[in-house]
Protein backbone atom coordinates (compact mmCIF):
# COMPACT_ATOMS: atom_id res chain seq x y z
CA UNK A 1 0.00 0.00 0.00
CA UNK A 2 1.52 3.47 -0.69
CA UNK A 3 0.05 6.44 1.05
CA UNK A 4 0.72 9.97 -0.10
CA UNK A 5 -0.42 12.86 2.15
CA UNK A 6 -1.40 16.08 0.78
CA UNK A 7 1.11 19.03 1.76
CA UNK A 8 -0.35 21.00 4.34
CA UNK A 9 -2.86 18.09 4.87
CA UNK A 10 -1.47 15.35 6.87
CA UNK A 11 -4.44 13.81 7.85
CA UNK A 12 -5.60 13.31 4.22
CA UNK A 13 -3.88 11.39 1.30
CA UNK A 14 -4.06 8.77 -1.39
CA UNK A 15 -3.96 5.31 -0.46
CA UNK A 16 -3.43 3.16 -3.37
CA UNK A 17 -4.95 5.60 -5.60
CA UNK A 18 -7.68 6.68 -3.65
CA UNK A 19 -8.42 10.06 -1.30
CA UNK A 20 -8.95 8.96 2.22
CA UNK A 21 -8.91 11.25 5.39
CA UNK A 22 -7.94 9.44 8.51
CA UNK A 23 -8.67 5.64 7.75
CA UNK A 24 -11.58 6.53 5.62
CA UNK A 25 -12.22 6.30 1.75
CA UNK A 26 -13.44 9.48 1.07
CA UNK A 27 -15.23 7.67 -2.12
CA UNK A 28 -17.18 5.46 0.52
CA UNK A 29 -18.44 8.56 2.43
CA UNK A 30 -19.65 10.22 -0.91
CA UNK A 31 -21.82 6.79 -1.77
CA UNK A 32 -23.37 6.28 1.43
CA UNK A 33 -24.51 10.42 2.27
CA UNK A 34 -24.51 11.60 -1.11
CA UNK A 35 -22.88 14.70 -2.23
CA UNK A 36 -22.41 17.78 -1.59
CA UNK A 37 -20.77 16.37 1.58
CA UNK A 38 -18.49 17.90 4.06
CA UNK A 39 -16.29 15.33 5.62
CA UNK A 40 -14.02 16.48 8.63
CA UNK A 41 -11.04 14.85 10.68
CA UNK A 42 -10.56 14.64 14.23
CA UNK A 43 -7.36 14.15 14.49
CA UNK A 44 -6.80 16.83 12.59
CA UNK A 45 -9.08 19.17 14.62
CA UNK A 46 -7.24 18.01 17.74
CA UNK A 47 -3.77 18.64 16.56
CA UNK A 48 -4.73 21.97 15.37
CA UNK A 49 -5.57 22.15 19.19
CA UNK A 50 -2.58 20.67 20.50
CA UNK A 51 -0.14 23.48 18.37
CA UNK A 52 -1.56 26.17 20.20
CA UNK A 53 -1.80 24.14 23.67
CA UNK A 54 2.20 23.56 23.31
CA UNK A 55 3.18 27.01 22.51
CA UNK A 56 0.64 28.37 25.59
CA UNK A 57 2.05 24.81 27.91
CA UNK A 58 2.55 26.57 31.65
CA UNK A 59 0.49 29.73 30.89
CA UNK A 60 -2.42 30.72 32.38
CA UNK A 61 -4.40 30.83 29.19
CA UNK A 62 -8.20 29.80 27.92
CA UNK A 63 -8.61 28.79 24.67
CA UNK A 64 -12.13 29.98 23.12
CA UNK A 65 -12.71 28.63 19.81
CA UNK A 66 -14.19 30.97 17.72
CA UNK A 67 -17.48 28.98 16.96
CA UNK A 68 -18.42 31.21 13.67
CA UNK A 69 -15.76 29.20 11.88
CA UNK A 70 -17.84 25.56 12.12
CA UNK A 71 -20.43 25.57 14.83
CA UNK A 72 -21.61 22.01 14.06
CA UNK A 73 -22.65 20.89 17.61
CA UNK A 74 -20.37 17.78 17.19
CA UNK A 75 -17.51 19.72 16.08
CA UNK A 76 -18.67 22.21 19.64
CA UNK A 77 -17.93 19.51 21.54
CA UNK A 78 -15.17 18.03 20.28
CA UNK A 79 -13.44 21.74 21.50
CA UNK A 80 -15.47 21.55 24.85
CA UNK A 81 -14.47 17.97 26.12
CA UNK A 82 -10.48 19.45 25.05
CA UNK A 83 -11.40 21.93 27.72
CA UNK A 84 -11.85 25.41 25.23
CA UNK A 85 -14.40 28.05 25.79
CA UNK A 86 -15.93 29.52 23.00
CA UNK A 87 -15.93 32.68 21.14
CA UNK A 88 -19.64 33.74 20.47
CA UNK A 89 -20.62 36.39 18.00
CA UNK A 90 -24.56 36.10 18.66
CA UNK A 91 -27.19 34.45 20.52
CA UNK A 92 -27.57 31.69 18.57
CA UNK A 93 -24.42 30.74 18.85
CA UNK A 94 -25.04 30.63 22.40
CA UNK A 95 -27.62 28.28 22.24
CA UNK A 96 -25.23 25.92 20.20
CA UNK A 97 -23.10 26.07 23.03
CA UNK A 98 -25.31 24.78 25.35
CA UNK A 99 -26.44 22.51 23.41
CA UNK A 100 -23.49 20.82 22.79
CA UNK A 101 -22.56 21.08 26.30
CA UNK A 102 -20.73 23.55 26.20
CA UNK A 103 -19.85 25.56 29.76
CA UNK A 104 -21.44 28.84 29.38
CA UNK A 105 -18.59 30.66 32.38
CA UNK A 106 -16.02 29.71 29.68
CA UNK A 107 -18.07 31.69 26.80
CA UNK A 108 -16.83 35.06 25.46
CA UNK A 109 -19.40 37.51 23.52
CA UNK A 110 -18.10 39.58 20.87
CA UNK A 111 -19.35 41.36 17.50
CA UNK A 112 -20.44 45.29 17.08
CA UNK A 113 -24.20 45.15 17.53
CA UNK A 114 -25.15 42.90 20.40
CA UNK A 115 -28.67 43.51 21.25
CA UNK A 116 -30.31 44.25 24.68
CA UNK A 117 -31.90 40.71 24.56
CA UNK A 118 -28.52 38.95 23.60
CA UNK A 119 -27.05 40.41 26.35
CA UNK A 120 -29.90 39.58 28.72
CA UNK A 121 -29.91 35.51 27.92
CA UNK A 122 -25.81 36.15 28.17
CA UNK A 123 -25.78 37.76 31.32
CA UNK A 124 -28.61 35.17 33.29
CA UNK A 125 -26.23 32.45 31.86
CA UNK A 126 -23.06 34.36 33.46
CA UNK A 127 -20.60 34.26 30.64
CA UNK A 128 -17.11 34.83 30.90
CA UNK A 129 -17.21 38.23 29.29
CA UNK A 130 -18.58 40.54 27.27
CA UNK A 131 -16.10 41.63 24.33
CA UNK A 132 -17.39 45.58 24.44
CA UNK A 133 -17.04 47.34 21.04
CA UNK A 134 -18.01 50.58 21.88
CA UNK A 135 -18.95 53.36 24.12
CA UNK A 136 -22.60 53.01 23.46
CA UNK A 137 -22.59 49.50 23.82
CA UNK A 138 -21.46 49.37 27.23
CA UNK A 139 -23.88 52.17 27.98
CA UNK A 140 -26.67 50.30 26.90
CA UNK A 141 -24.80 46.69 28.61
CA UNK A 142 -25.04 48.78 31.82
CA UNK A 143 -28.44 49.36 31.77
CA UNK A 144 -29.08 45.64 31.03
CA UNK A 145 -27.37 44.48 33.85
CA UNK A 146 -28.35 46.87 36.25
CA UNK A 147 -32.05 45.95 35.13
CA UNK A 148 -31.28 42.14 36.31
CA UNK A 149 -29.17 43.29 39.68
CA UNK A 150 -26.39 42.56 38.37
CA UNK A 151 -22.82 43.30 36.67
CA UNK A 152 -21.59 42.56 33.52
CA UNK A 153 -17.95 41.43 33.15
CA UNK A 154 -16.44 43.56 30.03
CA UNK A 155 -13.46 43.17 28.03
CA UNK A 156 -13.13 46.49 25.86
CA UNK A 157 -12.02 45.67 22.32
CA UNK A 158 -8.84 47.90 21.14
CA UNK A 159 -8.20 48.60 17.54
CA UNK A 160 -4.58 48.46 17.62
CA UNK A 161 -4.59 50.26 13.81
CA UNK A 162 -1.83 47.61 12.14
CA UNK A 163 -2.33 45.95 8.90
CA UNK A 164 -2.88 42.47 9.05
CA UNK A 165 -1.91 41.99 5.43
CA UNK A 166 -4.65 40.14 4.43
CA UNK A 167 -7.84 40.34 2.49
CA UNK A 168 -9.74 43.45 3.19
CA UNK A 169 -12.73 41.81 4.19
CA UNK A 170 -10.82 39.92 6.62
CA UNK A 171 -8.89 42.72 8.16
CA UNK A 172 -10.52 44.17 11.06
CA UNK A 173 -7.79 46.07 13.25
CA UNK A 174 -7.04 49.36 10.79
CA UNK A 175 -8.82 52.53 11.58
CA UNK A 176 -10.97 52.30 8.98
CA UNK A 177 -12.71 49.15 10.10
CA UNK A 178 -15.99 48.88 12.19
CA UNK A 179 -14.88 46.91 15.03
CA UNK A 180 -13.41 48.09 18.44
CA UNK A 181 -12.58 50.99 20.30
CA UNK A 182 -9.77 53.38 18.58
CA UNK A 183 -6.30 53.11 20.31
CA UNK A 184 -6.17 57.18 21.06
CA UNK A 185 -10.06 56.53 22.85
CA UNK A 186 -9.34 53.30 24.85
CA UNK A 187 -8.36 55.51 28.28
CA UNK A 188 -11.47 57.39 28.50
CA UNK A 189 -13.88 54.19 27.52
CA UNK A 190 -12.18 52.47 30.29
CA UNK A 191 -12.61 55.19 32.62
CA UNK A 192 -16.02 55.15 31.52
CA UNK A 193 -17.15 51.39 32.20
CA UNK A 194 -15.28 51.76 35.21
CA UNK A 195 -17.26 54.42 36.42
CA UNK A 196 -20.61 52.13 34.89
CA UNK A 197 -22.27 50.77 38.41
CA UNK A 198 -23.72 47.74 36.42
CA UNK A 199 -20.14 47.17 34.94
CA UNK A 200 -17.31 45.21 36.19
CA UNK A 201 -13.99 45.80 34.05
CA UNK A 202 -12.22 42.41 33.61
CA UNK A 203 -10.14 43.00 30.35
CA UNK A 204 -8.44 44.10 27.00
CA UNK A 205 -9.00 42.36 23.65
CA UNK A 206 -8.08 42.96 20.26
CA UNK A 207 -8.43 40.83 17.05
CA UNK A 208 -6.66 42.19 13.66
CA UNK A 209 -7.93 40.33 10.78
CA UNK A 210 -7.78 36.66 9.68
CA UNK A 211 -5.82 34.63 7.41
CA UNK A 212 -2.64 36.44 8.91
CA UNK A 213 0.29 34.41 7.52
CA UNK A 214 2.80 36.67 9.42
CA UNK A 215 3.83 36.98 12.81
CA UNK A 216 4.82 40.57 12.61
CA UNK A 217 1.41 41.63 12.55
CA UNK A 218 0.53 39.86 15.91
CA UNK A 219 3.89 40.81 17.37
CA UNK A 220 2.44 44.57 16.85
CA UNK A 221 -0.55 44.23 18.13
CA UNK A 222 0.71 43.04 21.25
CA UNK A 223 3.34 46.15 21.53
CA UNK A 224 -0.08 48.31 21.14
CA UNK A 225 -2.14 46.19 23.48
CA UNK A 226 0.41 46.24 27.06
CA UNK A 227 0.97 50.09 25.98
CA UNK A 228 -2.22 50.92 26.74
CA UNK A 229 -2.90 47.78 29.77
CA UNK A 230 0.34 49.92 31.20
CA UNK A 231 -1.85 53.21 30.63
CA UNK A 232 -5.33 51.90 31.92
CA UNK A 233 -3.31 50.57 35.23
CA UNK A 234 -1.58 53.59 35.91
CA UNK A 235 -5.14 55.58 36.09
CA UNK A 236 -6.09 52.70 38.65
CA UNK A 237 -7.96 50.23 36.36
CA UNK A 238 -7.25 46.75 37.15
CA UNK A 239 -7.18 44.05 33.88
CA UNK A 240 -7.24 40.88 34.93
CA UNK A 241 -7.22 39.07 31.75
CA UNK A 242 -5.06 40.16 27.69
CA UNK A 243 -7.28 38.55 24.96
CA UNK A 244 -5.30 38.63 21.89
CA UNK A 245 -7.86 37.65 19.58
CA UNK A 246 -7.72 34.99 16.48
CA UNK A 247 -6.72 35.52 12.94
CA UNK A 248 -3.76 32.67 12.07
CA UNK A 249 -3.97 31.96 8.67
CA UNK A 250 -4.03 28.03 6.91
CA UNK A 251 -2.67 26.76 4.05
CA UNK A 252 -5.01 27.24 1.07
CA UNK A 253 -2.34 27.80 -1.63
CA UNK A 254 0.74 27.19 -0.43
CA UNK A 255 0.55 30.11 2.17
CA UNK A 256 3.28 29.67 4.78
CA UNK A 257 1.93 30.47 8.35
CA UNK A 258 3.92 30.36 11.10
CA UNK A 259 2.99 26.93 13.34
CA UNK A 260 0.57 28.64 16.35
CA UNK A 261 3.38 26.79 18.41
CA UNK A 262 5.86 29.00 16.37
CA UNK A 263 3.90 32.25 16.98
CA UNK A 264 3.19 31.87 20.52
CA UNK A 265 6.69 30.51 20.97
CA UNK A 266 7.99 34.66 19.85
CA UNK A 267 4.42 36.24 21.10
CA UNK A 268 5.32 34.74 24.57
CA UNK A 269 8.88 36.16 24.42
CA UNK A 270 7.63 39.51 24.09
CA UNK A 271 5.19 39.28 26.87
CA UNK A 272 7.61 38.29 29.00
CA UNK A 273 10.39 40.67 27.72
CA UNK A 274 7.57 43.49 28.77
CA UNK A 275 7.01 41.98 32.44
CA UNK A 276 3.59 40.77 31.51
CA UNK A 277 4.53 36.91 31.22
CA UNK A 278 2.37 35.91 34.20
CA UNK A 279 -1.06 37.73 33.25
CA UNK A 280 -4.05 35.90 32.41
CA UNK A 281 -4.45 34.98 28.71
CA UNK A 282 -7.39 34.48 26.53
CA UNK A 283 -6.93 33.54 22.76
CA UNK A 284 -10.18 33.59 20.07
CA UNK A 285 -8.20 31.10 17.27
CA UNK A 286 -11.08 29.70 14.18
CA UNK A 287 -10.05 28.94 10.94
CA UNK A 288 -6.71 27.56 12.20
CA UNK A 289 -8.65 24.81 14.29
CA UNK A 290 -11.10 23.64 11.55
CA UNK A 291 -10.39 24.98 8.15
CA UNK A 292 -8.11 22.26 6.64
CA UNK A 293 -9.60 19.70 9.14
CA UNK A 294 -12.44 19.72 6.17
CA UNK A 295 -12.95 19.33 2.68
CA UNK A 296 -16.23 19.03 0.76
CA UNK A 297 -16.97 15.85 -1.70
CA UNK A 298 -18.90 17.26 -4.71
CA UNK A 299 -19.70 15.14 -7.97
CA UNK A 300 -18.89 15.99 -11.51
CA UNK A 301 -22.40 17.05 -13.28
CA UNK A 302 -21.34 18.04 -16.52
CA UNK A 303 -18.57 18.77 -18.65
CA UNK A 304 -18.92 21.86 -21.25
CA UNK A 305 -15.84 22.70 -23.53
CA UNK A 306 -16.26 26.45 -24.69
CA UNK A 307 -14.15 28.40 -27.46
CA UNK A 308 -12.77 30.92 -24.23
CA UNK A 309 -13.20 28.46 -21.38
CA UNK A 310 -13.81 24.84 -20.49
CA UNK A 311 -16.04 24.76 -17.38
CA UNK A 312 -16.61 22.02 -14.99
CA UNK A 313 -20.20 21.86 -13.55
CA UNK A 314 -20.25 20.26 -10.36
CA UNK A 315 -23.17 19.70 -7.51
CA UNK A 316 -21.62 22.41 -4.85
CA UNK A 317 -22.00 25.73 -5.18
CA UNK A 318 -21.54 28.78 -3.49
CA UNK A 319 -24.37 28.59 -1.03
CA UNK A 320 -22.28 25.61 0.45
CA UNK A 321 -18.88 27.11 -0.83
CA UNK A 322 -19.39 30.97 -0.62
CA UNK A 323 -15.82 31.88 0.13
CA UNK A 324 -14.58 31.75 -3.53
CA UNK A 325 -17.76 34.35 -4.94
CA UNK A 326 -17.29 36.49 -1.16
CA UNK A 327 -13.62 36.76 -1.00
CA UNK A 328 -12.40 35.73 -4.33
CA UNK A 329 -10.90 32.72 -2.32
CA UNK A 330 -9.10 30.14 -3.53
CA UNK A 331 -9.36 26.56 -2.40
CA UNK A 332 -7.73 23.83 -4.13
CA UNK A 333 -9.35 20.83 -5.75
CA UNK A 334 -8.38 17.18 -5.68
CA UNK A 335 -10.00 14.24 -7.43
CA UNK A 336 -11.10 11.24 -5.16
CA UNK A 337 -8.96 8.82 -7.78
CA UNK A 338 -7.19 10.49 -10.19
CA UNK A 339 -6.89 9.21 -13.76
CA UNK A 340 -4.15 9.26 -15.70
CA UNK A 341 -3.55 10.83 -18.86
CA UNK A 342 -4.01 14.44 -20.26
CA UNK A 343 -5.92 17.15 -17.97
CA UNK A 344 -7.50 20.39 -19.44
CA UNK A 345 -7.29 23.66 -17.71
CA UNK A 346 -11.15 24.31 -16.86
CA UNK A 347 -13.27 26.66 -14.08
CA UNK A 348 -15.02 24.48 -11.38
CA UNK A 349 -18.39 26.10 -11.24
CA UNK A 350 -21.88 25.50 -9.17
CA UNK A 351 -25.55 25.20 -10.51
CA UNK A 352 -26.48 27.99 -9.11
CA UNK A 353 -27.58 31.08 -11.45
CA UNK A 354 -24.96 33.51 -10.46
CA UNK A 355 -21.70 33.88 -12.93
CA UNK A 356 -20.27 34.45 -9.19
CA UNK A 357 -20.81 31.03 -8.53
CA UNK A 358 -17.42 29.87 -9.00
CA UNK A 359 -15.51 27.29 -6.86
CA UNK A 360 -12.16 27.26 -8.93
CA UNK A 361 -10.68 28.78 -11.83
CA UNK A 362 -8.21 27.80 -14.78
CA UNK A 363 -7.69 24.49 -12.94
CA UNK A 364 -5.57 21.82 -14.45
CA UNK A 365 -7.72 18.51 -14.03
CA UNK A 366 -8.53 15.22 -16.01
CA UNK A 367 -12.38 14.46 -14.70
CA UNK A 368 -15.51 12.97 -16.20
CA UNK A 369 -18.88 13.48 -15.34
CA UNK A 370 -19.74 11.04 -12.77
CA UNK A 371 -16.24 11.39 -11.02
CA UNK A 372 -16.48 12.78 -7.32
CA UNK A 373 -13.65 16.14 -6.36
CA UNK A 374 -12.97 17.01 -2.88
CA UNK A 375 -12.69 20.83 -2.35
CA UNK A 376 -10.03 21.05 0.10
CA UNK A 377 -9.65 23.26 3.22
CA UNK A 378 -13.11 23.62 3.72
CA UNK A 379 -13.73 23.11 7.52
CA UNK A 380 -13.78 26.74 8.07
CA UNK A 381 -16.24 29.44 6.71
CA UNK A 382 -18.09 26.98 4.47
CA UNK A 383 -20.78 25.77 6.40
CA UNK A 384 -21.41 27.93 8.89
CA UNK A 385 -21.48 30.68 5.95
CA UNK A 386 -23.94 28.34 3.67
CA UNK A 387 -27.22 28.78 2.61
CA UNK A 388 -31.12 27.85 0.73
CA UNK A 389 -30.06 30.28 -2.35
CA UNK A 390 -31.87 28.75 -5.04
CA UNK A 391 -33.52 26.78 -2.48
CA UNK A 392 -31.03 24.16 -2.63
CA UNK A 393 -30.99 22.22 0.99
CA UNK A 394 -27.62 22.51 2.88
CA UNK A 395 -25.15 19.78 2.49
CA UNK A 396 -24.57 17.06 5.28
CA UNK A 397 -21.83 16.66 7.34
CA UNK A 398 -19.66 13.73 8.64
CA UNK A 399 -16.77 13.80 11.07
CA UNK A 400 -14.39 11.04 11.03
CA UNK A 401 -12.45 9.45 13.56
CA UNK A 402 -9.98 6.79 12.63
CA UNK A 403 -11.75 4.05 10.90
CA UNK A 404 -15.07 5.45 11.72
CA UNK A 405 -17.38 8.18 10.48
CA UNK A 406 -19.92 9.30 12.10
CA UNK A 407 -22.95 11.82 10.63
CA UNK A 408 -23.27 14.84 12.32
CA UNK A 409 -25.69 16.54 10.02
CA UNK A 410 -28.30 15.48 7.95
CA UNK A 411 -28.76 16.40 4.32
CA UNK A 412 -31.46 19.82 4.01
CA UNK A 413 -34.67 18.27 2.30
CA UNK A 414 -36.28 20.66 -0.12
CA UNK A 415 -39.32 20.42 2.30
CA UNK A 416 -36.94 21.94 5.17
CA UNK A 417 -36.12 24.53 3.37
CA UNK A 418 -39.62 26.14 3.19
CA UNK A 419 -40.49 25.47 6.44
CA UNK A 420 -41.96 27.87 8.63
CA UNK A 421 -43.40 29.87 5.30
CA UNK A 422 -47.09 30.30 5.33
CA UNK A 423 -49.55 30.27 2.45
CA UNK A 424 -51.51 33.15 2.45
CA UNK A 425 -55.31 32.71 4.38
C1 LIG B 1 -13.87 35.73 13.59
C2 LIG B 1 -13.25 36.11 14.88
C3 LIG B 1 -12.25 35.32 15.44
C4 LIG B 1 -11.66 34.11 14.74
O1 LIG B 1 -10.96 34.46 13.60
P1 LIG B 1 -10.16 33.35 12.77
O2 LIG B 1 -9.52 34.11 11.69
O3 LIG B 1 -11.15 32.37 12.28
O4 LIG B 1 -9.17 32.74 13.71
C5 LIG B 1 -11.76 35.67 16.67
N1 LIG B 1 -12.23 36.76 17.33
C6 LIG B 1 -13.19 37.55 16.82
C7 LIG B 1 -13.66 38.70 17.59
C8 LIG B 1 -13.72 37.25 15.57
O5 LIG B 1 -14.67 38.04 15.07
Redesign the pocket.
Known amino acids: MTATALPGHPHIAYRDGELCMEGVRLSALAKTHGTPLFVYSKASMLAALAAYQRGLAGRKVQICY?M??NSNLAILQIFAQAGCGF?I?SGGELARVLAAGGDPRKVIF??VGKTRSEMQQALKLGIACF?VESQAELEVLNEVALALNTQAPVSL?VNPNVDPQTHPY?S?GLKGNK?GVAHEHALETFQRAAALPGLRVVGI?C?I????TQESPYLDAMDRVLDLVAQVEAAGIAISHIDF?????INYKGETPPPADHLWFALLSKLDARGFGERQLMI??????V?NAGVCLTEVLYLKPGEQKNFCIIDAAMNDLPRPAMYQAFHDIAPLKPRSGQSTLMDVVGPVCESGDWIGRDRDLHVQAGDTLAVLSAG??CMSMASNYNTRGRAAEVLVDGEKSHLIRERESAADTFQGEHLLG
Open positions: AKADVSGNRITFDHGSQIGGGLGEPGRSLGAY
